[in-house]
Nanobody, 126 residues
Framework: QVQLVESGGGLVQAGGSLRLSCAAS????????MGWFRQAPGKEREFVAT????????YYADSVKGRFTISRGSFKNTVYLQMNSLKPEDTAVYYC???????????????????WGKGTLVTVSS
């Protein structure tokens, strides 16, 4: 069993910054492609950013490109999301996700992910 645990959410004013962290624990035998998705109230879950563990290749949603940065931690299966210049429309529950076999061609799709965290709430006030 693999668990993903997020941390770092909170309340911030528009223009501010937050850093989200995610760590996998449990029976983690390999390195996973990992990333972040978010769900705003009344909306569907959407892709934010993902990273391929083997190459470090990153992918970003257009809405966050240039403001958010995803990175791998020094420990296996740890990932961060640095969020700068936050906007009220970034308010959402942010979920960490991992692709168990890291073989999906398109890791911007939530269907590519096998493991999910419980989410951390980010609220951006105007």
């Amino acid at each position: 069993q693999v668990q993903l645990v997020e941390s770092g959410g909170g309340l911030v004013q528009a223009g501010g910054s937050l850093r989200l962290s995610c760590a996998a624990s449990g029976r983690t035998f390999s390195s996973y492609d990992m990333g972040w998705f978010r769900q705003a109230p009344g909306k569907e879950r959407e892709f934010v950013a993902t990273i391929r563990w083997s190459t470090g290749t990153t992918y970003y949603a257009d809405s966050v490109k240039g403001r958010f940065t995803i990175s791998r931690g020094s420990f296996k299966n740890t990932v961060y999301l640095q969020m700068n210049s936050l906007k009220p429309e970034d308010t959402a529950v942010y979920y960490c996700a991992a692709d168990r076999y890291s073989t999906s061609q398109d890791i911007t799709r939530s269907s590519a992910m096998d493991y999910w965290g419980k989410g951390t709430l980010v609220t951006v006030s105007s």
